[in-house]
């Protein structure tokens, strides 16, 4: 939940996860069509990166992510997104005459959370607001008699292991910023390449209220509706849909 980046490291040049190779090499025709190099060695190599990134992405808030894979006495340079991944050349960072590998750390290690890949509406949450949301949840389940499994689930949202954020919502149309406490999420999105969708039980910190927070990268295309946009129309027809969600606020990021 505090990674920065990784770094994988496979001692045999057969373990690269793809297949563009680095300029002394020639490119094989088959190979030539795809990221890809689809050896055992390989595919393994790839899922475990794969899975690093997904693990980063589902435990934090990011735009993106970066990695370093050591392939013997090679390098790549990886950036990570919700769309795929970008994967540089091959290049061989023992060579003396180059230091691509120095470079990418020194310009990182000075670069800003946001290029890093931090999501700047989402900031780490003070024990004392973590601490809030914990007691919004336990006086809610005072005053109900839930069955023990939807207590349980309740409580779950407070899950210690998972990092607490405060989430700033600016609506998209009174223009008003609002802020959420969260935990862990209700459900989510296994998956790195998603729209990774997230529904979080929240604490509304200006109401002191506990309220439904969807977190979803959504489509961005013209024709297409937000799903605020959507529940808008939907409220026309309240009297025949009366299980609506009443939307406190809306935006994107």
């Known amino acids: 939940s505090y990674m920065d980046l990784f770094v994988e490291i496979k001692p045999h040049k057969c373990q690269d996860a793809f297949a563009f190779p680095v300029n002394d090499e020639p490119i094989v025709k088959e190979q030539s069509e795809s990221l890809l190099k689809m050896t055992q060695a390989s595919i393994e190599h790839l899922g475990r990166q794969t899975n690093y990134a997904g693990q980063l992405m589902a435990f934090q808030h990011r735009t993106h992510l970066f990695s370093i894979s050591i392939i013997g006495p090679f390098a790549r340079l990886i950036r990570w997104d919700r769309a795929g991944a970008i994967v540089s050349e091959r290049f061989n960072y023992q060579d003396g005459s180059s230091n691509w590998l120095g470079e990418f750390l020194f310009r990182y290690a000075n670069a800003t959370p946001e290029a890093r890949g931090f999501d700047s509406h989402a900031q780490r949450a003070t024990d004392d607001e973590r601490h809030e949301l914990a007691k919004a949840v336990e006086d809610h389940l005072a005053k109900f008699n839930y069955p023990l499994h939807h207590q349980r689930d309740l409580r779950n949202t407070c899950d210690p292991s998972y990092p607490a954020y405060k989430i700033n919502v600016k609506d998209q149309e009174s223009r008003k910023e609002s802020a959420y406490i969260i935990c862990r999420p209700f459900f989510e999105v296994p998956s790195l390449c998603s729209r990774a969708t997230r529904g979080y039980l929240a604490l509304a ?17 013209p024709g297409i509706l937000s799903e605020a946009e959507v529940y808008r129309i939907l409220m026309q027809y309240k009297e025949i849909l009366p299980f609506l969600p009443i939307i406190l606020a809306s935006g994107d990021a």
């Not at 910190?205 to 977190?215: A, I, P, S």
């Open 205 to 221: 910190v200006e109401t002191e209220e506990l309220v439904f927070l969807k977190d979803t990268w959504r489509v961005d295309e």
